[in-house]
Every structure is written in structure tokens, then in C-alpha cells.
């Protein structure tokens, strides 16, 4: 009893300093309540970790054949069975987190950075500049992702780096849309008004005081993409256009085992279910952001 | 929501895990027993359905380069000679046939009163009027190839019919059994032109009805046939299947009487149940890796005998076509005319290594390895990489799609300017003679790529002069010794990694009989039969 109430006092001594409320502590506040989400934050923490130590913690070296045991079943041994060439599923999957996670994260990073760019220039400066960057994300627009994708790689040539460039050429154009649309409301705040009479550069009003305006949509939309193009990537990577073999991509290990779907098919579920699961968290993770992050949501 | 959504992750996780749980139990009842226990399914009706993986190109004999296209035309046409069950030539048309001592000139008896479908009778005119259309530098046709080496084509009387040729050339007899050499009615030539692939119009047991590309082509029984055959089947459809599993499902649901090919991966889990039997039998299609015998390190015998010692041949048929395939013990298959044995490269990594060792590359190298973007050689060519990976070969597998893999091996023209390093290729001989099987892929620089498909870039005066002077009679005995010090040689020498021969694979209705599939991969069916 005693300590519950030294508990109190304590929390009024130093509420002064709790109540001084930083933006980063609303989120927090508000994400906590996110369950699902904070489920899906951790579980991509815990699949970062996973990547950076990979093969480490794989139980079987990732592409040591075993011609003695291919096609195996789930068991005790082979957590995941084995596929095509004896190789041990489970660990291979670890082995692909790394690589699926890398192309998925660089290639939005990639995308946030350039369509981030070409927004801001494009909602400050108007005009003709956005009437030319606008009508060309509109001409990728028309392309369905994948088409897109698949276009891009036809003419660079099949492989995993080949893949990011692609899938980040097809995240330009939405990062655009979302920061040029945020990059005119914030234009036309007081703020701004402010900054620009008493002659701030452009450059300088641009980074300083839009572009932050801007990050929390940015992030929300970045955890929303890496979902998609986690999924483009093994697409791409299922038709042959990615990951070469002996790789172990996830969607090149679903297309090595479209050959035994109704005779061993466990060799597909395993990487679809890392696929399928990695992807739902990205996506929970984005959605829990964004109802952190978005202003408009009383709490 | 969000429940919604932990419901049916929940719901997908149970799905994954019962398919799982399902595969366990399915792989440990497979080929059990042999099919002789099933009992015969009941078919309704006469008509009989095929489902084929490929669509047709071309209804014309002539002009026809895919083996798919032959199996149909087949059905409807005849040569004047044919292949058996075990590629050996057959007399068809031809009741007799004869050739003098240099293969120049070739006599054929043919045939009394057959007649073509539309009626117009089978004679030595008929036989010439196809030679003369065949043999035509001008006709543009895809098999003038194989027989513009004839000179002249005579009439003898009704029934008779020379053929001279301008140089000898001992595999005649059995380019004449190649489908190409199939003949189509003068007056449906005359009538069609070149469009006579859309109507065609033979001898054979059964009579052309309709065609929708790319959906299905109908042929009907042919009411006089000239010959004895099963009369039991009214009419057959060839319906182009390409998804593995679609066709399948057709087999099992009795939409489909047969099924060619039957993927390997699931022959086992389908054999012997709803009626089906899987056969399979020795094709002439062989499975190699060539490595450019022109380039370093490929120029060193030791470093190609090493690979050869490197390959285990045993696991690369399991992995790569569930064991449905036989080692390669020669550059031809066994059911190829004038094959002779050799001493398979047994898998020993100890020699291998030493001979890498004595080559100088200890250390191994690094290479390309092209090939066709299909699943399946892409998991050969994927085998291959793990193999050689043991000798520290470190090899890329690069699968292209099969246009841009044509453009990389066959437009190069200058051999020294070839990017090709190691390819993995598969051959069908179709005229079932070892010319065929050498010639075009070890035959020297006139095969070198883009004019034939030389990709080892092999070039051995030895094989040559053997292959010339095989070609140069028509005395089976001294072909045989020329092959067989060809195949030798060529064995010894090393240009591929030799890798299996595979089987051909069909599915079936038990209630059909007299229906297979010849060692080239086209299908046989003049003497099908239903039983009930």
C-alpha cells in the first residue's frame, strides 16, 4: 500500500516534465494502443535480427545438397522438409529473410528518397515543374506495378539488383503524389508565410520547415510499400526475372517448387508463409502508423 | 477487423498445415503396386480425346520442324516408309525398297491400290509429285533440307519410283522415315498451295476434320483404309494442354483418354488409380552439358574429364527427372541406329580433383553455364552448379527465355567471338541414325553455330573423315564401323558432360490399347484400340 502511494508521488514529482508532451511521445502513446501492430513491430525486429545473423542461427548450411534426402516432409530433423535437391527449407528461408528484406527495404528507400525529392520541388514550385512531374507519374501510374516491373527488367536485364531499381522506379511516382499534395498544404501556412518574408531561401524553406511537415506521411507510407514490394520482388523473382539460383529468395524457392505442389507441397507453403507473414506485418506495422501518426485522430 | 484478420491468418495456417500433412502420407504410397489389380474403367462412346502439352504449328509434313505437329499429322498421313516401336525402318507405303552400294540411288516398290483421302490414288506420280515439292531449293519449306540432296525423282511404271541423289549419302533410307517424308495428295497440293498445312489430306487411318488453333484438331476414322488397323476409335482430338496440372486433372476426370508428357514429378502419385497407367520406355532424346572446346579452360581435356568425374549421373536423374532417364553411355541413345556402347564416367570426386590438380586448377575457375529457362533445366542446370561447385568450379547459371538463348548461340558468327562457355541442351535424333545424332553437334566447323548446333565447337579431323566416310555408302557393315570409331573418339575426347537419355512418358486410360510413343517423342496410335 505504502509503495503504491511512494509510486504516485513519484509519478506527480516528475509529471511536470511527462506532461511536457514531445511529438515522439504522443506517437508513442498513441501506438501503444495498437496491439496488432505492436505485435507486427516486433516481429520485424525480431525477422531484422533474423537477417543480420542469418546463417548463424540456421540449423544446415544453405546450399549443401543432400541428394539422399530430397522432397522430405516436415519433421523434427528438417523443420520445413527439404526441396528439389535435399536442402534443408527452414534454414534456407532464414537464409532468404536477408535478401527479401534488403530489396524490399533499399528499393522503397530508394523510391521514398527520389519521389520524396521530386514531390517537394513539385508542390513548392508549382507550375510548369509539377504540370511535368505530375503528368509523368501519371504515365507510370497507368502501368500496373508488376507490368511495370517486369518492363523495367526486360530492358535492364534479369537480377536481384536489377529488380530493386525496378521496383523503386514504381515507388517514384506514389512518394511524389503523397509529398507534393502534403508539400501545398504546408506552402500555404502561416509558418512558411513567415519564414519567406523575412527571406529565407527556397532551398532552405524547402528542408527546413516543409520537408518535416512531411515525414510523418513518409514513414507511414514507407512501412505500407516495403509490404508490396517485398511482394513484387519475389514475384518478379517467381517468374525467373530476379534472384538467380541457387539463391534463396523466397519467391525463386516458390518457383522451384511449383513442380510439386500435389506431390510435396510443403516445399511451396514454407516461403509463401514467410512471405505472406512478413508482408501482413509490414502492412499491420503501416497501419498502425499511420493511426498514430495522423493528427486528425483524437485520441 | 482486426480479428477478422487473426481468424483467417489462423484459417490459412491450418489450410498450410493439413497440405502438409497430407504430403507426408502421399509420398509413402506411391508404387505400391504395379496396375495390373485396377480394374478397367467403363468409356462412353468411340471418341478419344489426347491432351498434348504444346499447340500445333503446322498440318503440312513438309513444312514442320516440332515433333508435336508430326504426332497429328501422323494420324492422318503415311511415308513410304516409318519407324517401329524401336526406331528401326519399316516398309509403310513402299511394299519393298532398295538402294545400290554408293546410296545414290533408291528404288522404291510401292503399294497397290491405296488412294488418298480425297480419293485421288496413290501411284509413283503421287510419290513424285511430293519429292519434287520436297526437294525444291526454292520452296522455302523448313525439311527441304533434309532432302535436297535428291537429284532427280523417275517414274519407272505405276507402282515403281527411282530416286537419284547427287552425292551418296548412306542415312537416306532413314530420312525417308523421318515424318517429313510423309505424302500429301498431288491434287490437295495443287488445290491448297502452301495452305495445304490447314487442309491436309493423306493416306492415313484417319481423316482431317477440323482444326481451331491453339484449341483442339479433329480427325475422324478413315472408313477405307488401305491397311489393317484397330477400327474401334471413331474419331480423335488433340486438345493443347500446356499447364502440367490441367492436363492432369483432364486424365483423371476421363475429359482426356492420354496424356503426353506426363510431368515426372507426379507420374507416381497418379499411376494406378482412377483407371490410369503410367508408362514410360528409353526415348533418342539426350541430356548433355557442352563446354566450348575452343575456349581456356574447356581447350584442356584433363579439366573436361574432370567435370565428367564430377557429375554424379545416378542423382542427377532423381533430382532433375525422378529417376525417369537412363545414364548416357555414348553421344547417341541406344535406340539411335549404329549406337555402340561406352564406359561411363563413373562419379569419382578423388579423380576429378586430381585432375583439376594435373590441369593446373587446383583452384578451380570460374564459368557460365546457359541453358533454357524451363523449370526443368533450370533445376538441371542448378544440379550441375552443386556438382561442379566440388571441384571449385563456381559456375552462373544463366536460364534465358528461349528467343533471346538462340540469339546468344546462333547469331554469332565469327567462332572466336562466341560467348558460350558451357550450354546445357538436349537432342532428338527424328530420322533415328546416328548421322543425325553426330553430325549436326560434333560434325566440325561446317556445324559450328549459327549453320547447325555445334556448341562444343568441336572440331576433330579424326570424327570428320569417320563421319564422312559413313556417310559415303550404303554398306550398313562398314556405317557401323565408322559410327561406332566415331562414337570412340568421340567419347574419349570429352566435348559434353554426358549426362542421361530420357524416358518418354505417357499417361493413359486403361481401356486403350496400341497407343505409344515412339523413342523420338511422336506419338503412335494407327493401331488403337478401345477395350471393355
Redesign the interface.
Known amino acids: 500500500m505504502s509503495q503504491a502511494a511512494e509510486l504516485t508521488t513519484d509519478q506527480t514529482l516528475s509529471s511536470p516534465e511527462v506532461k511536457k508532451s514531445t511529438p515522439l511521445r504522443g506517437f508513442w502513446r498513441k501506438f501503444r494502443k495498437q496491439r496488432l501492430a505492436l505485435v507486427s513491430g516486433v516481429f520485424i525486429v525480431l525477422l531484422l535480427g533474423v537477417a543480420a545473423i542469418g546463417p548463424a542461427i540456421a540449423p544446415y548450411t544453405i546450399d549443401q545438397p543432400d541428394y539422399a534426402n530430397v522432397l522430405q516432409g516436415p519433421s523434427l530433423e528438417h523443420l520445413a522438409g527439404t526441396d528439389t535437391y535435399g536442402r534443408d527449407i527452414f534454414s534456407r528461408i532464414i537464409g532468404g529473410a536477408r535478401i527479401s528484406l534488403f530489396v524490399g527495404l533499399l528499393s522503397v528507400f530508394l523510391g521514398a528518397v527520389v519521389g520524396t525529392f521530386l514531390g517537394l520541388i513539385s508542390g513548392f514550385y508549382g507550375k510548369w515543374l509539377d504540370s511535368i512531374i505530375m503528368r509523368i507519374c501519371d504515365v507510370l501510374f497507368a502501368f500496373p506495378g508488376i507490368l511495370l516491373a517486369i518492363g523495367i527488367i526486360a530492358i535492364l536485364g534479369p537480377g536481384l539488383e536489377n529488380v530493386i531499381i525496378a521496383v523503386a522506379i514504381f515507388n517514384i511516382p506514389s512518394f511524389a503524389r503523397i509529398v507534393r499534395s502534403s508539400a501545398i498544404s504546408i506552402k500555404s501556412t502561416v509558418y512558411v508565410e513567415a519564414t519567406k518574408s523575412i527571406g529565407a531561401v527556397n532551398a532552405r524553406i524547402i528542408w527546413k520547415h516543409i520537408f518535416p511537415g512531411t515525414v510523418s506521411s513518409i514513414i507511414v507510407y514507407i512501412t505500407m510499400r516495403i509490404g508490396t514490394a517485398i511482394l513484387t520482388a519475389a514475384s518478379l523473382s517467381f517468374l525467373g526475372l530476379g534472384a538467380q539460383p541457387p539463391s534463396p529468395e523466397w519467391g525463386a524457392m516458390l518457383s522451384n517448387g511449383r513442380d510439386y505442389l500435389n506431390t510435396a507441397p510443403h516445399v511451396t507453403i514454407f516461403p509463401g508463409l514467410a512471405i505472406f507473414i512478413t508482408v501482413l506485418a509490414f502492412n499491420l506495422l503501416g497501419d498502425g502508423l499511420r493511426d498514430a501518426l495522423d493528427p486528425k485522430i483524437k485520441e | 477487423m482486426?480479428k477478422t484478420?487473426?481468424v483467417l491468418?489462423l484459417f490459412?495456417?491450418a489450410i498450410?498445415l493439413i497440405?502438409?500433412s497430407?504430403?507426408?502420407s502421399?509420398?509413402t504410397d506411391s508404387g505400391k503396386d504395379n496396375g495390373k489389380s485396377q480394374k478397367i474403367v467403363k468409356k462412353e462412346g468411340k471418341d478419344i480425346t489426347i491432351a498434348v502439352a504444346d499447340n500445333f504449328i503446322s498440318m503440312d509434313p513438309h513444312d514442320t520442324n516440332d515433333t508435336l505437329s508430326y504426332s497429328a499429322q501422323k494420324t492422318m498421313m503415311e511415308g513410304l516408309v516409318g519407324f517401329d516401336k524401336d526406331m528401326n525402318v519399316i516398309p509403310v507405303l513402299a511394299k519393298e525398297y532398295s538402294a545400290n552400294d554408293e546410296a545414290t540411288e533408291f528404288t522404291f516398290k510401292l503399294q497397290e491400290g491405296v488412294k488418298f483421302h480425297d480419293g485421288t490414288p496413290f501411284n509413283a506420280e503421287a510419290v513424285k509429285a511430293n519429292l519434287d515439292r520436297l526437294s525444291d531449293p526454292d520452296s522455302k519449306l523448313i525439311r527441304a533440307s533434309l532432302f535436297q540432296i535428291i537429284k532427280e525423282t523417275k517414274v519407272v511404271d505405276e507402282y515403281t519410283v527411282k530416286v537419284t541423289l547427287s552425292e551418296p549419302f548412306g542415312a537416306m533410307i532413314n530420312t525417308f522415315a523421318h515424318p517429313a517424308g510423309m505424302m500429301i495428295s498431288p491434287k490437295a497440293l495443287k488445290e491448297y498451295g502452301n495452305d495445304v498445312s490447314q487442309h491436309p489430306v493423306g493416306t492415313g487411318p484417319y481423316v482431317f476434320k477440323e482444326w481451331q488453333p491453339g484449341d483442339y484438331l479433329t480427325a475422324t476414322k478413315n472408313e477405307e483404309y488401305w491397311n489393317t488397323s484397330g477400327d474401334e476409335v471413331d474419331s480423335i482430338t488433340f486438345k493443347p494442354t500446356p499447364e502440367?496440372?490441367s492436363r492432369?486433372a483432364m486424365l483423371q476426370t476421363g475429359e482426356a483418354d492420354f496424356i503426353y508428357p506426363v510431368?515426372t514429378?507426379?507420374a507416381?502419385?497418379i499411376n494406378n488409380k482412377d483407371g490410369i497407367v503410367v508408362e514410360n520406355s528409353p526415348s533418342i532424346v539426350t541430356r548433355y552439358m557442352a563446354m566450348n572446346t575452343m575456349k581456356k579452360p574447356f581447350n584442356d581435356i584433363k579439366v573436361r574429364q574432370a567435370i565428367n568425374y564430377a557429375i554424379?549421373k545416378e542423382?542427377f536423374i532423381?533430382?532433375v527427372v525422378n529417376g525417369y532417364a537412363e545414364p548416357m553411355d555414348s553421344v547417341i541413345a541406344p535406340n539411335t541406329k549404329f549406337y555402340s556402347k561406352q564406359d561411363p564416367y563413373k562419379f569419382d570426386l578423388e579423380k576429378a580433383k586430381k585432375l583439376m590438380k594435373e590441369a593446373g586448377y587446383e583452384e578451380g575457375f570460374e564459368t557460365t553455364l546457359w541453358g533454357g529457362?524451363n523449370?526443368a533445366s533450370?533445376?538441371a542446370?542448378?544440379?550441375i552448379?552443386?556438382q561442379l561447385d566440388q571441384i571449385n568450379i563456381k559456375v552462373?547459371?544463366?536460364?534465358m527465355e528461349s528467343g533471346t538463348l538462340s540469339d546468344s548461340i546462333w547469331s554469332v558468327e565469327n567462332p572466336d567471338d562466341a560467348k558460350l562457355e558451357m550450354y546445357y541442351g538436349g537432342w532428338s535424333p527424328s530420322t533415328g541414325d546416328a548421322d543425325w545424332g553426330i553430325r549436326p553437334l560434333l560434325g566440325g566447323k561446317s556445324a559450328f553455330p549459327p549453320n547447325s548446333y555445334n556448341t562444343a565447337y568441336y572440331d576433330e579431323e579424326e570424327v570428320n573423315n569417320l563421319i564422312e566416310d559413313a556417310l559415303a555408302t550404303a554398306d550398313e557393315g562398314k556405317r557401323e564401323q565408322a559410327y561406332a570409331d566415331a562414337q570412340k573418339k568421340l567419347w574419349d575426347d570429352v566435348p559434353w558432360a554426358f549426362l542421361a537419355v530420357d524416358d518418354t512418358i505417357f499417361g493413359k486410360k486403361n481401356y486403350l490399347e496400341g497407343i505409344y510413343l515412339l523413342p523420338d517423342g511422336s506419338l503412335s496410335l494407327e493401331n488403337m484400340k478401345i477395350v471393355q
Open positions: 482486426k484478420i487473426l491468418f490459412i495456417l498450410a497440405g502438409c497430407n504430403s507426408s502421399g509420398n502440367n496440372g492432369i510431368p514429378e507426379q507416381k502419385s554424379n542423382a532423381n533430382v529457362n523449370s533450370t533445376k542446370m542448378e544440379f552448379q552443386q552462373e547459371v544463366v536460364p
